[in-house]
């Protein structure tokens, strides 16, 4: 197998992100896993709300560690995006239109981080399920 230098130079920048991502990427798919058992243990009616907050608060060292670990390229970018969207997952219960500026300009830059990383966002987009007269509009 060829040496990385006869790679052409973009090749070569867009293979040492990944390696320099790998550490975030594999920690995005530790992380996915998670956000499905979460989603099971919510649609379970038998779990209780403390063995829910239980979860979640063992999620959290995951999360602090994909917050702290640098992003490379693209794809670590797009594992810190999935996480911020996760944490604040009630900006996609309404139009962007009902947000007020500072939310609506971070869903936006959220939902085009994953459009241009070609991720979903990790949980279902559903129509507003949040009355819009309840959510404070700025502007």
């Known amino acids: 197998m060829g040496n990385i230098r006869d790679l052409p130079r973009c090749n070569r920048r867009a293979l ?4 320099h ?3 975030l990427l594999a920690l995005g798919k530790q992380y996915d896993a998670a956000t499905r058992e979460l989603s099971s243990l919510e649609m379970d ?8 907050e239980a979860f979640l608060a063992s999620m959290e060292p995951m999360e602090r560690a994909i917050l702290a670990t640098p992003a490379d390229g693209i794809e670590g ?7 911020a969207a996760h ?7 309404v139009s962007p ?5 500072e939310a609506r ?10 459009s241009v990383a070609g991720v979903s966002l990790p949980f279902a987009v559903r129509p507003a399920q949040v009355d819009p007269s309840k959510v404070s ?3």
């Open 21 to 23: 991502d790998a550490k």
């Open 16 to 19: 040492r992100r990944r390696r």
């Open 77 to 83: 970018i797009a594992v810190k995006a999935r996480l």
């Open 105 to 114: 300009a971070f869903r936006l830059l959220i939902d085009a981080v994953c």
């Open 87 to 93: 944490i604040v997952s009630h900006y996609w219960t």
């Open 137 to 139: 509009k700025r502007g």
């Open 97 to 101: 239109d009902c947000l007020d500026l």
């Open 45 to 52: 009616e038998a779990a209780s709300m403390a063995r829910i």
